[in-house]
């Protein structure tokens, strides 16, 4: 094939080179894809690319940006569609119809990334551009952000990596609250999980959620007036800095100790307060439009920088873009065309505006709100316009530095990767029949992943907005009430343990749904939507493309088995994230770490169900049959010391049962609490319980463990700690005796296993009776601290 | 073994909203145009170093910085260090010997945080049990639109009215009920500013 | 001639993040309101019957926080229309600029005589948030009209820098003397909170909010726009305000007065009309 002429500006010289001097060529550009791919751009665009192509492919062919390992996995095996899905994957959130009142349909626009390599190398910085970068993709729908969350997994805060371990938690937690707390998103929480694995990879997942009418929501395309009348391309925000130049490229590849300094420019610099501001003249600029009846396209700035939104942008809608990059404000003099196209400064976003509106909307951004005032170089401007060839162009000073196909920068790669089981070589230790009861509920109450999060919670701002229903400590999710005035609730859970992705990552994928799913319903939500995070190690190792595809699989399944309240329909997964190479130069790969987040709806707030028991006298009702399994149990690793062998499994038909037994108790006023059972199993339930229990009076609980086993007669200690420790699915609930009747009719009606296992009780603490020598009582002085302290030492 | 002091300076590389923001409200908005001319405004640690050696102590807090991202961001930061034998607050022409002839330095510390215990134990957490002591200021560099003279009798006041919040129009770089702060002459005094 | 309602300005000052529901909750008592940019016209603000400056991170703290938006021009205008026996009422941000601007406490005229420190907790800094009681110290001011004396409150505080103190001494005990402590956390039986986190940043005398002499600024770190309505109070609150929230069972319930409706529905009561029954 014959190259046909380049742009007349530098160009990276790919045809007619040996493998060994395009290596050098790429490495000397700072590009690190593939000696194929580069062949493939060559190919594709027929003649060498331009520096700034390159870089532009470079980026858009990473696996952050193109998803080219996993796009074919996820396809295959998400439900993505369901009646009220509005907008599945693909835009930057997905959306949903959450209620209609007086003709308006309400919709809520939910994201969920990840932000683990930048977390890593700069904790505070990292964790806040995170927030940063999620709240952009819900803001761009047109939705006001009502709430984040953040599923976090640290390293091993007693182990090896200790010191630098607390460094990251600490650094990590204070980004997230001066990010957020300074915007003004109510934080919802998250959860949070320590192990050795993420020593050299932490976990940082965000998730914002929106609330827009479904008649302003806003596309990342150029409309289609585009093609009649002229239109211009605006960026605003802060002024294009060489921060994150490589960005996804640098979230595309292994964490190396050695790059680490250089890694460092990789990551973004936060500004809440650019971005607050931005907010506020935004949406003052989409009631501008709304009043004179214009459409336009409106996308956040992330990875990819200019180069990636604005490509996009023309490419949705078959039109060409035209962005003259000397236009484009910028913190530093001398940037080249590429860093300037590809760097991921925060605090951006790109319109494309009716040229007759221009001069209104830079007035907006520019004059009314100040934003050059407020923040040095900080402004609107025109860089560019929307043409109706469908080509991609860029200029700099005068000279075409990228002119190809908005399709062939658009369309991405894809591999197929290979997949192979890994050895486990799981064991499992028995019980040992003399192990101290009290001792192991101590142990795993108080262990750092299941005790209290309120050291952490405390520094999150959940109530700014004013619609904070229930906050973190109250119920297994965040209730807020998204719309002003209205009885319409949204509930919010992220979940996902990891040490059942050591044993088995389609369970894992599986669990983290029906536990998302259980939280959400635990405060009397109905799911209506899933998102996932998928983060993994190397996707080129086979195990860990296994592992990846069985997650997948697992979650699928059990989006489609648990499936909607009284219907047919899956529960759509309608927005996610893929994050690889969470691995150590070293190779140590983080555990599969399947992230899910499941948002609910609640028809009537005044419906919604806590934890913390309310009085004495009332039964505990277990549903949820305890299947006995320990393998990667909060017992199993921090009493045995050990990560076990099998796990609970789901059960996608009980699940769906139960979630609708327990949203029925809560919808007709029958629950007086409710847990779910996930970590730590029935005993960390009913310690929480307790433990938050109505404040003005004293409430302790009494727990046969009898009633749960499946023959009658005392148990024996290994037996017990089957009941008390498994962490099958299951919720424990708080009925008072006058509504037991009724409550039965439901659990008769939704078929759910259920055992009356318990009473509330006058005294403090907890009783766990019919256990061979006597009842075994755990001390509610020692259940405090150790609830309280487990984890906040962490935190000192 | 000896404590040592150690002086770390850091500052921006990027443009640095917050000394604009102050710069504006003393030119414009308390109309102070005529006086000062800039502002600059570097973070700066006390640290109290116990080690064999002035080099050891210096070793450590190099690390410090360069390895975690307690004090600097490389990429927001840049950071100096320096010896500070003498207690900080005490006279130290040191202090001021970076200052221009028309430039004079206003220090501002809280009189209780818990930034400098935080600081401290974060260091403990990271395994350092060397750093004794540690308290943040600010120092700002004001550039005047003249050369102050030690004999003017108008120059504290005028860096009072710069420097101590009294009123909507007067003082903004430190509140006097929650902080302290001094200031340094172009000619190496120091004195506090409240007065 | 009828009067029309009272309206009242919500002031946007760059970086505030409180002004939609501070809005809500000004409505909710009863009252017109409207968000006031902090670049708009002096000639306009002047119009307006009354102030609430809302919470945030004005100017993004810089510097100190409240203290480059203290110097802002709308603040002058503020503080001549005080001057005229206008309310104003600044919370937590708020509050820090009324302090910054010396609007309060006011003892001696627009001299800044305290400030409000960052936050000294034991085993933590920076950003702290809890729902904390309130003791009604003075219910005759602007914000606390529409409560008794001696009235425990539960409002949440969110904030880094909350700490009233004052360098002048005597000044604290003059405050008492005044009636201008209007607020001090408490536990939830109204006992004097002295210790964390009751009184949640270690403010002099558990004060959480003072006012001018004359009671018609009031600065007040707590946020009572986030305890406007039911639904907002958390069902694990001690006292009876947690236990309304577990019994409320229905939308009507939910959606009813919260502890801190009062405040807005005090700035209703300034212009002679009745309070409303909460």
């Known amino acids: 094939m014959t190259p046909t002429a380049a742009p007349s500006t530098r160009t990276v010289r790919i045809f007619q080179t040996t493998d060994m001097e395009l290596e050098q060529r790429l490495a000397e550009a700072g590009l690190n894809f593939s000696l194929s791919e580069a062949r493939k751009v060559a190919t594709i665009l027929a003649r060498d690319p331009t520096v700034v192509e390159a870089h532009i492919f470079n980026t858009m062919w990473s696996e952050h940006c193109s998803y080219k390992s996993s796009r074919g996995v996820l396809k295959e095996h998400l439900p993505t569609d369901a009646p009220h899905v509005v907008l599945g994957p693909g835009e930057d959130a997905g959306v949903v119809r959450l209620c209609e009142i007086d003709g308006k349909s309400y919709c809520v626009a939910v994201a969920h990334e990840s932000h683990n390599h930048p977390s890593q190398i700069v904790p505070n910085e990292g964790a806040a551009t995170g927030i940063g970068g999620i709240v952009r993709d819900v803001y761009c729908m047109g939705a006001d952000v009502v709430g984040v969350m953040d599923p976090l997994r640290f390293g091993d805060p007693n182990g090896p990596n200790a010191e630098r371990t607390r460094e990251i938690v600490h650094g990590v937690v204070e980004g997230i609250w001066q990010y957020g707390d300074a915007l003004g998103v109510p934080n919802l929480g998250g959860d949070v999980y320590f192990d050795r694995s993420y020593d050299d990879n932490c976990l940082v997942n965000v998730v914002a959620i929106g609330l827009v009418e479904e008649s302003e929501i806003k596309r990342s395309r150029v409309p289609e007036e585009a093609r009649d009348v002229p239109y211009d391309v605006i960026l605003v925000g802060k002024p294009t800095d060489p921060s994150g130049f490589g960005g996804a490229t640098f979230a595309s590849r292994i964490l190396d100790e050695e790059k680490t300094l250089s890694d460092k420019y990789a990551v973004q610099v936060p500004d809440p307060f650019l971005k607050r501001m931005l907010t506020v003249a935004t949406f003052r600029v989409l009631d501008l439009f709304r009043e004179r009846g214009v459409a336009i396209g409106f996308k956040d700035l992330g990875a990819g920088g200019i180069a990636c939104a604005t490509s996009e942008l023309g490419a949705a809608a078959g039109l060409g873009i035209r962005v003259d990059l000397s236009r484009v404000p910028v913190a530093e003099p001398d940037m080249t065309p590429e860093v300037i196209a590809c760097s991921e400064t925060q605090e951006r976003y790109a319109l494309v505006v009716p040229r007759e509106l221009t001069p209104e909307v830079l007035r907006i951004f520019n004059e009314e709100f100040e934003l050059p005032e407020l923040c040095h170089g900080a402004q609107a401007a025109v860089i560019g316009e929307v043409i109706a060839e469908p080509r991609y162009v860029l200029e700099h000073k005068g000279e075409v530095v990228c002119d190809a196909s908005t399709e062939a920068i658009t369309t991405g790669i894809a591999y197929v990767r290979d997949a192979s089981e890994r050895e486990r070589g799981l064991v499992e230790p028995d019980v040992p029949a003399d192990l101290g009861l009290v001792a192991a509920f101590l142990g795993v109450v108080g262990s750092p992943n299941v005790a209290s999060r309120e050291h952490i919670y405390r520094h999150y701002d959940g109530e700014v907005k004013g619609n904070a229903v229930v906050r973190p400590g109250e119920a297994d999710a965040g209730v807020l009430a998204p719309i002003p005035g209205e009885n319409v609730g949204v509930a919010v859970s992220a979940d996902g343990n990891p040490f059942l992705g050591a044993l088995d990552p389609y369970q894992a994928g599986a669990a983290a749904v029906a536990e998302s799913v259980r939280n959400v319903c635990a405060t009397g939500a109905v799911p209506i939507a899933l998102t996932d995070c998928l983060n993994f190690g190397n996707p080129e190792v086979p195990e860990v493309f296994h592992d990846f595809v069985e997650a997948v699989r697992g979650i699928g399944d059990a989006a489609r088995g648990i499936g909607m309240k009284d219907s047919d329909e899956p529960i759509p997964v309608v927005s996610g994230n893929v994050s690889f190479y969470n691995q150590s130069a070293a190779g140590s790969a983080i555990l599969p770490s399947p992230i899910v987040c499941c948002i609910g709806r609640l028809d009537d707030l005044s419906r919604h169900t806590t934890i913390g028991f309310r009085n004495a006298g009332s039964a505990i009702y277990l549903i949820g049959r305890r299947t006995g399994e320990l393998g990667g149990s909060e017992f199993m690793r921090s009493v045995l010391g050990a990560m076990g062998k099998a796990p609970a499994t789901v059960s996608f038909a009980d699940e769906r049962a139960m979630a609708a037994a327990v949203t029925d108790l809560a919808e007709r006023g029958l629950t007086q609490a409710c847990h779910d059972i996930s970590d730590g199993g029935v005993a960390a339930a009913v310690a929480e319980m307790t433990l938050l229990s109505a404040p003005d009076v004293e409430i302790g609980a009494r727990v046969d463990l009898a009633a749960m086993a499946p023959a009658d007669g005392t148990v024996g200690v290994p037996e017990a700690c089957r009941l008390i420790f498994c962490e099958s699915g299951g919720y424990l609930l708080e009925i008072a005796p006058p509504d037991e009747a009724a409550a039965l009719e439901v659990f008769e009606e939704r078929r759910v296993w259920f055992r009356r296992v318990g009473e509330t009780t006058e005294e403090v603490g907890i009783v766990l009776a019919s256990v061979e020598g006597g009842d075994v009582e755990v001390p509610v002085d020692a259940m405090t601290r150790a609830w309280t302290g487990g984890a906040t030492e962490v935190m000192l | 073994m000896a404590i040592f002091q150690l002086r770390l300076t850091i500052s921006l590389k990027i443009p640095d909203n917050e000394a604009r923001s102050a710069l504006e409200a003393i030119r414009v908005k308390m109309g102070l145009d005529d006086e000062v001319r800039d502002l600059t405004r570097e973070e700066r640690w006390e640290l109290g170093v116990d080690a064999v050696s002035f080099d050891d102590a210096k070793a450590v807090v190099e690390k410090l910085v360069a390895t975690t991202n307690l004090f600097a961001n490389p990429n927001k930061h840049r950071y100096t260090l320096a010896r500070a034998d003498v207690p900080f607050g005490g006279p130290d022409p040191s202090v001021g010997a970076d200052l221009a002839d028309d430039e004079v330095a206003i220090l501002v510390s809280d009189r209780e945080s818990a930034e400098g215990d935080s600081i401290l134990s974060a260091i403990r957490r990271l395994g350092v049990t060397d750093v004794r002591s540690a308290r943040k200021w600010v120092r700002w560099r004001v550039a005047l639109t003249r050369t102050p003279s030690p004999e003017e009798p108008d120059l504290l006041p005028l860096i009072r009215r710069i420097g101590v919040a009294t009123g909507r129009r007067d003082g903004l770089l430190s509140n006097p009920h929650s902080q302290v702060s001094r200031v340094v002459l172009p000619w190496g005094e120091e004195k506090p500013l409240e007065s | ?278």
């Open chain 3, 1 to 278: 001639m009828t009067k029309s309602m009272p309206r009242i300005a919500v002031i946007r000052f760059p970086g505030m993040n409180c002004e939609e529901e501070t809005k809500r909750a000004v409505v909710d008592a009863g009252l017109e309101c409207d968000v006031f940019m902090w670049n708009g016209p002096t000639s306009e603000l002047v119009e307006y019957d009354g102030y609430v400056l809302p919470g945030g991170f004005s100017y993004q703290d810089r510097v100190r926080a409240g203290s480059i938006a203290a110097k802002d021009e709308i603040v002058d205008c503020l503080f001549e229309e005080a001057e005229r026996g206008k309310p104003v009422i600044g919370i937590c941000n708020g509050a820090q600029i009324l302090l910054e601007a010396g609007m309060v406490p006011g003892i001696e005229r627009g001299r800044v005589q305290m400030g409000l420190a960052t936050n000294i907790m034991p085993d933590r800094d920076g950003y702290y948030t809890r729902w904390t009681h309130l003791r009604v110290a003075n219910d005759g001011t602007c914000a606390t009209r529409a409560y008794e004396r001696g009235d425990v409150v539960p409002i949440p505080v969110a904030h880094a820098e909350g700490r009233f103190v004052s360098a002048e001494k005597g000044l604290i005990e003059t405050l008492f003397a005044n009636d201008q402590v209007v607020l001090t956390y408490c536990g939830p039986e109204a006992g004097e909170a002295r210790e964390f986190p009751a009184n949640p940043n270690g403010s002099t005398k558990a004060i959480a909010g003072i006012s001018n002499p004359e009671g018609n600024v009031v600065a007040m770190m707590p946020h009572p726009e986030r305890a406007a309505r039911l639904y907002q109070v958390p069902g694990n609150l001690a006292g009876p305000w947690g236990a309304r929230k577990r019994e409320a069972r229905d939308a009507e319930a939910m959606f009813g007065p919260g502890p801190g409706l009062p405040v807005m529905s005090s700035l209703a009561g300034f212009f002679g009309a009745e309070p409303r029954e909460v």
